[in-house]
Nanobody, 119 residues
Framework: QVQLVESGGGSVQPGGSLRLSCAAS????????MGWYHRAPGKQRELVAT???????KYADSVKGRFTISRDNAKMTVYLQMNSLKPEDTAVYYC?????????????WGQGTQVTVSS
């Protein structure tokens, strides 16, 4: 089992910034992909950004240049720095931990943290 504890959500005006954190604990493997996904009202959950244990990153086109994902392997924590926030960024943000090796796939989700961008 893997436990994911998210923090850092909240309300902010357009153009503002927030930083999300996700701390993983439990049965953690050294090789992983962690990331953030969001679900806006009435929409499906979508990828925001992911990062591997080696630091390789991937971003949704809508957040490139505004959001930065980073990780601290020693703390098993992933961060999402969100700048220049827009009303369309309003969503519940979920942390994800994924590990795969033949015969063992692990896919865990946090409970979500609300981000609201509004004037």
């Amino acid at each position: 089992q893997v436990q994911l504890v998210e923090s850092g959500g909240g309300s902010v005006q357009p153009g503002g910034s927030l930083r999300l954190s996700c701390a993983a604990s439990g049965r953690i493997f050294a090789i992983y992909t962690m990331g953030w996904y969001h679900r806006a009202p009435g929409k499906q959950r979508e990828l925001v950004a992911t990062i591997t244990n080696t630091g390789s990153t991937k971003y949704a086109d809508s957040v490139k240049g505004r959001f930065t994902i980073s990780r601290d392997n020693a703390k098993m924590t992933v961060y999402l720095q969100m700048n220049s926030l827009k009303p369309e960024d309003t969503a519940v943000y979920y942390c994800n931990y994924y590990h795969y090796e033949p015969g063992n796939e692990m896919d865990y989700w946090g409970q979500g943290t609300q981000v609201t961008v509004s004037s």
